[in-house]
């Protein structure tokens, strides 16, 4: 939790610090896609949940913010909340049906869902706009704070304000998983069955952290809606869904920052690689290739674990040994 | 009164009977092995026992209370605790860890989301306690995933333990192990029952720690009990003998 | 929804001569490519993801061999290139996950599709190209009572049955079969017996990927291709994986078919919904039969 608030200060100073608009430009994307990639890694690294769909509740959370600023009265703050609702709400509904069945059937699923969630998005053409995205864009209200009147979408702005949803959902959730709750979801990450031996319930345990996990999905996606200005089918389509597995994968799995610094990895990587080819997926699809088959550890925890092995750290490195769980023979997602 | 009561019990797997009309009492504070061939229906019989498979007919009755059908997890809080042939235990978490959860689940304090695990110093305490009864409290910050298969088989019957079983079902709870781990592992078996006036029934395949130590020995052949009673007994009965013909065990 | 057009369906034979081949065509279709799916899945434990892309790599090499050539030797030509497509994938790079935690498995498929999508781009442009129906098919429909069915579809029905015939009589009557059944069934006890588990599941892998390419070859000329064509057969794949049961040949078989029919019927009765239809269809089997409708009882 520190390092996160240490990191969130160093953030929020470095506009002043060095005012450029890569800085505004990135940051913003990066925290972002940070979200996202975090809400995912709720359910690969800690719940052991492989899921594929997880842009479903990201676009949700988009198209929902969309539709109510633009088509009602509703204010920015209700309507980010409603967005985030909307989305663990479709969590929850598509859970139900996902975590009844094992570790493989809920990757295939989710899946499927999600291209549920897509067919929906371009067929409901009154509601959404079709494959045209939400046509006319998002009006959006500036944020009164005070006297002061600040537009949402000047990129200062956008950039405190993404800073401040991010620490928001990053606290929240170091909250959640170090809680007994965590500790019950990294039991059923590890031995779903035992659990279920010890009188708990994992199927439970797996619902509930799919709705957390939708809703941060939902908040990542109505702020995305809200920089872009518009919410587009893309955003559901399963290639979003690849962009946080990347993430977490490059990033590392086994804390709630590795992701972030996944993002940081891709969003980068992306905005390098546009300026050269539009083959981004093959790109993307090679470095995950050569991850899964060679590096296998992501940066965040490969350097943590490097730091750990440092003798006389004492309690940090500690801590930090702990937080990254060298895997071991039995692999918790052996299927 | 028989803590344990089983009538009838029946399993079918399609055509397959895995075990067929077993009925047995099992005494509080009872020490009892219940012992068979390969194939003979012993896992099958605790599934059963622990509602993790479903009855084809029979009946149990666990402390007076009819757990025929209840499901699994009822039977857990009901005090039925079980270890396993290969070590189920949380690879990736801590041993402690591993206890700790158990812990926390029975003091239903598992779905608590707002307040860090590691503040829960009566959960940890009581963790440590049980580690230390079980001779593992060295080994509290190793990921579970890291210690000896003998450790991990002991680190399961400490989560059993976890749940404050009334009845612990063993299921063979030194497989696997070295002679030495053998005798270490039987010694904190019988110690479940002698300092913790547990009952305890456990499979095991090793006859001479069988025969050393239970008070109680049930044989199980092709899914029917064929005999019950002191090791004496036992081992003069034919038909016993006969299942294991070939085995050379007695 | 429209039961009107629904019932007038049923009652006329050129409407239900109709839905029935359109009906057909799509299961079939779907079967080959779920069946190879499916097989791979219950002898390897891999599940495939890349396996829509082998589908869409089937459909653009009958494109490029079209042109030089007569159906009859590009059709099945292209359907081996992705067989052997699908080995090469499987000896470079498959087998070196075969270890490893199922998330790594996942996800090296998973890239696979975002590989392929880009070569697509690359080799074949991103525009969507079609073969049209090939020469040796265009002739008079065949005729069925009174009702007309294309040549070519009337083919594509046939060779679907031909060759789910002959997937059937591979697995239940020859050797190889009982190996790949057995294979599937207990890996560590066929390679006790001396046989050389690589070999059956680089076989396995490439006779999958023919499937699914073969799919791809019969769907071309009725079909649209384009890059990341193989998604949505995918999608469908794990539909009739899901309704099926993960390991059933039968199971994918009766699903394939059943959603072929949920999707023509359907069309007509539901016209806004087509899509739909399918996954209310999964919805409703997860609820009432979660292991599927014919599920082998393999804990997954």
Request: charged share 10%; aromatic share 10%; net charge positive.
């Amino acid at each position: 939790m520190i390092a996160g608030l240490v990191l969130a200060a160093l953030a929020a100073l470095l506009p002043v610090v060095y005012p450029s608009t890569v800085v505004l430009n990135l940051g913003p994307q990066i925290l972002v896609m940070g979200i996202f990639a975090m809400s995912l890694n709720l359910l690969i690294g800690y719940a052991g949940m492989i899921s594929f769909g997880h842009a479903a509740y990201f676009g949700v959370g988009a198209y929902t913010l969309g539709i109510l600023l633009q088509k009602t009265g509703v204010g920015l703050a209700p309507a980010l909340g409603l967005a985030v609702l909307a989305a663990a709400l479709a969590a929850l509904a598509i859970g139900f049906f996902c975590v009844r069945l094992g570790t493989i059937y809920f990757s295939m699923l989710t899946l499927a869902f999600a291209q549920i969630v897509y067919t929906v998005v371009i067929r409901w053409t009154s509601l959404t706009g079709g494959d045209q995205g939400l046509i006319g864009g998002i009006p959006v209200p500036p944020i009164r704070l005070g006297a002061l009147m600040l537009p949402v979408r000047s990129p200062l702005t956008f950039y405190y304000l993404s800073l401040l949803a991010a620490t928001a959902a990053f606290a929240a959730a170091k909250v959640l998983v170090d809680s007994p709750w965590g500790l019950l979801l990294r039991a059923v990450r590890d031995n779903a069955q035992r659990v279920g031996f010890l009188g708990a319930s994992e199927r439970g345990l797996r619902l509930a952290v799919f709705v957390v996990a939708g809703a941060f999905a939902g908040l990542a996606g109505a702020l995305m809606a809200l920089y872009v200005g518009g919410a587009y089918p893309d955003f559901v389509y399963w290639t979003k869904s690849a962009e946080p597995i990347f993430m977490v994968l490059i990033g590392g799995m086994n804390s709630l920052l590795g992701p972030l610094v996944g993002a940081a990895i891709l969003v980068s990587l992306t905005a390098f690689i546009t300026q050269f080819t539009n083959l981004w997926g093959l790109v993307l699809g090679a470095i995950l290739i050569a991850f899964t088959l060679y590096f296998k550890v992501g940066i965040l925890d490969a350097l943590l674990r490097v730091w750990a092995r440092r003798p006389s750290r004492g309690r940090a490195a500690e801590r930090a040994a702990a937080v990254v769980r060298a895997p071991s023979e039995e692999s918790p997602w052996r299927s | 009164m028989a803590l344990l009561t089983v009538d009838g019990l029946t399993k079918w797997f399609g055509g397959f009977r895995a075990v067929n009309g077993v009925s047995f009492s099992v005494g509080p504070g009872e020490f009892s092995a219940l012992i068979g061939p390969n194939g003979a229906g012993k896992t099958t019989l605790f599934n059963l026992l622990t509602g993790h498979v479903s009855k084809t007919a029979g009946r149990v009755v666990f402390d007076g209370v009819d757990i025929t059908h209840r499901h699994a997890h009822d039977i857990v809080r009901l005090g039925i605790g079980r270890a396993f042939q290969r070590a189920n235990i949380f690879p990736a978490m801590t041993v402690l860890e591993n206890v700790h959860a158990a812990v926390l689940v029975h003091r239903r304090w598992h779905r608590r989301a707002l307040v860090p695990a590691r503040r829960d110093a009566g959960g940890r305490a009581r963790a440590r306690e049980i580690l230390r009864w079980v001779h593992l409290e060295d080994a509290a910050d190793t990921l579970a995933g890291n210690l000896s298969h003998g450790d991990q088989k002991v680190l399961d019957i400490a989560i059993a333990l976890a749940l404050e079983p009334k009845l612990l079902l063993l299921d063979e709870p030194t497989a696997g192990m070295h002679p030495e781990e053998r005798g270490e592992t039987m010694a904190l078996v019988r110690r479940l029952w002698s300092e913790l006036g547990m009952t305890v029934l456990f499979v095991e395949h090793d006859m001479d720690i069988v025969f050393g130590v239970a008070g109680t020995i049930r044989v199980l052949h092709h899914g029917e009990l064929v005999a019950q009673g002191p090791p004496a007994e036992i081992s003069a009965n034919r038909l016993v003998v006969e299942a294991y013909l070939g085995e050379g065990i007695l | 929804m429209d039961l009107a057009a629904f019932v007038a369906c049923l009652g006329s034979a050129a409407c239900m001569v109709n839905q029935l081949t359109s009906a057909l065509i799509t299961g079939l279709i779907l079967f080959l490519v779920a069946s190879g799916l499916s097989l791979i899945f219950g002898v390897m434990g891999v599940l495939n993801f890349a396996h829509g892309s082998l589908y869409m790599l089937g459909a653009y090499f009958s494109y490029s061999l079209l042109g030089l050539g007569h159906f009859g030797l590009a059709a099945p030509a292209a359907a081996l290139g992705a067989g052997v497509v699908g080995l090469l994938l499987e000896r470079l790079f498959i087998r070196h996950i075969s270890g490893a935690p199922l998330l790594y498995q996942l996800l090296l498929t998973y890239a696979f599709i975002l590989v392929f999508d880009d070569l697509a781009k690359v080799i074949w442009g991103y525009d969507f190209v079609s073969t049209g129906v090939p020469e040796v098919f265009r002739r008079p429909p065949v005729l069925v009572g009174r009702a007309p069915v294309p040549a070519y579809y009337a083919f594509i029905i046939a060779a679907g049955i031909v060759v789910a015939a002959g997937l059937w009589f591979l697995l239940a009557r020859t050797r190889a079969g009982k190996i790949i059944r057995a294979t599937a069934d207990n890996p560590q006890m066929v390679a006790s017996l001396g046989i050389n588990v690589a070999l059956v599941s680089a076989g396995v892998f490439a006779l999958g990927s023919f499937l699914a390419g073969l799919g791809g070859v019969l769907a071309a000329p009725v079909r649209s291709i384009f890059p990341g064509m193989g998604f949505s057969i995918l999608v469908e794949s794990f539909i009739v994986v899901v309704v099926g049961g993960l390991g059933s040949m039968a199971g994918a078989f009766v699903a394939a078919l059943l959603i072929g029919v949920v999707r023509a019927f359907g069309s007509v009765a539901f016209p806004a919904l087509e899509e739909g239809l399918v996954f209310i269809l999964m919805a409703v089997v997860l609820l009432l039969r979660p292991r599927g409708l014919l599920g082998v009882g393999k804990e997954l």
